[in-house]
């Protein structure tokens, strides 16, 4: 991963994040708002981290993992891109929770 | 033509006394005074930035999982970025006091006391921040700017001084230009997302739902439309650091003066104390 590939994965971040905060949960149902609560900490908290750090401090082995999750996030990006119901969105979204968290660990 | 040469020469001679007469930026009134208010600028800014976080934090916690992991995850992330605003801020009083011993020296103050404080706060700015979150410069960026010290017009101790200041302090100027960019970005990125939700919660649904509009409703709808004010706030302070890096190197070369920027930031300071003293735009995305 390059400093140039670590900005591109804040942008990613940035993005999912955004997406799963103006998600309306009034549109959501019971199940799917605790889904999204998940969701959106583990995102909040890899965007908070993400801003918190700095590429050159990060260890080579962080670098590499960084490399692989943010290939996830790129697709969650992407995924929900095109998608307008709420519900589907999170449901793009939340098959990345388990990357969002280690992300946010890794930073 | 031989009769006008006596002339020219004298003509040269008063050209030459008026400028080595005419004080430089150092010993007039003004850089301990601008560097204060430079800091200080800055300083608010910094403290903006975390309180916009935390608000906008602590309005974003009750949607979260109700459980000790995330508080406490939440909290450390926030304790984190206090951390890095702290070391930010002890930073610009480096510099702040730099720019005042500076002052000192140049009127006249050549104690072994200034002079030792001087070399020590080059030496601590020479120890840019470290931690994560607040961006490195090279310090290629400012290589040379030392040769732009006019030796001619500073005294020998003057000279030395802004010979060993010149980069170190530049590259501070500069290492606060990117610090204050990341933080307009850190404020603006979040500014933006709440400002969505509170149009959609305040202004789209009452309205779509065809409920009556209150008063309430057309102050948001207008405050909606008008810019941010505090982002435009964040620009001015963003282009008056980058003035503050010309006048350093105006400084180094002996010409220029700080009045346009004292405006700049006495008008800002306020500004953002104003901005501090207003009620935060951070919205529960509920």
Redesign the interface.
């Known amino acids: 991963m390059t400093p140039s590939d670590f900005e591109t994965l804040q942008t990613d971040v ?1 993005a999912v994040f ?1 997406a799963l ?2 998600i ?3 549109l959501l149902s019971a199940e799917e708002r ?1 889904q999204h ?2 969701v ?2 583990a995102a ?2 890899a965007f ?2 993400a ?4 590429f ?2 990060l260890s080579a082995h962080a670098k590499n993992e960084l490399g692989e999750l943010a290939g996830h996030v790129k697709m969650m990006r992407e995924g929900m891109a095109e998608l307008e119901a709420p519900s589907e969105q999170l449901g793009v979204l939340g098959k990345g929770l388990d990357a969002l968290a280690r992300l ?1 660990k890794l930073l | 033509m031989l009769q006008s040469i006596p002339r020219i020469a004298v003509c040269i001679a008063l050209v030459l006394t008026a400028a080595c007469a005419s004080k430089t930026p150092l010993q007039a009134e003004g850089l301990a005074t601008t560097g204060k208010q430079y800091t200080t600028t800055l300083k608010k800014v910094n403290s903006f930035a975390l309180d916009h976080t935390l608000e906008f934090t602590a309005s974003l916690l009750p949607n979260l999982p109700r459980d000790n992991t995330t508080l406490l995850t939440q909290t450390q992330a926030m304790q984190q970025r206090a951390e890095l605003l702290q070391t930010t801020s002890n930073y610009l009083d480096t510099q702040a006091l730099y720019f005042a011993e500076l002052s000192a020296l140049a009127k006249g103050d050549t104690s072994t006391g200034t002079t030792r404080a001087l070399r020590k706060l080059v030496e601590a700015l020479n120890k840019a921040p470290d931690v994560g979150g607040i961006p490195r410069v090279s310090k290629e960026a400012v290589a040379g700017l030392a040769g732009h010290v006019a030796s001619w017009k500073h005294g020998a101790q003057v000279r030395e001084e802004l010979m060993r200041g010149a980069e170190p302090v530049a590259h501070a100027l500069l290492l606060n230009q990117h610090i204050l960019q990341e933080q307009i970005q850190w404020i603006t990125q979040r500014e933006a997302l709440a400002r969505q939700v509170e149009y959609r919660e305040k202004v789209l649904k009452p309205f779509v739902e065809d409920k009556k509009l209150s008063e309430t409703w057309k102050n948001a709808w207008i405050k909606h439309i008008k810019q941010v004010p505090t982002i435009e706030l964040l620009e001015q302070a963003k282009a008056a650091s980058i003035d503050m890096q010309q006048a350093w190197v105006n400084v180094l070369r002996g010409e220029g003066s700080f009045e346009h920027l004292q405006g700049v930031f006495n008008q800002l300071n306020s500004n953002i104390q104003a901005a501090n003293n207003r009620e935060p735009n951070t919205h529960d995305p509920k």
């Not at chain 1, 801003?51 to 700095?54: L, P, V």
């Open positions: 940035h955004s905060y103006l309306d949960v009034e605790k609560q998940q959106l900490a909040y908290l908070v981290n801003e918190n750090a700095r050159a401090a946010a």
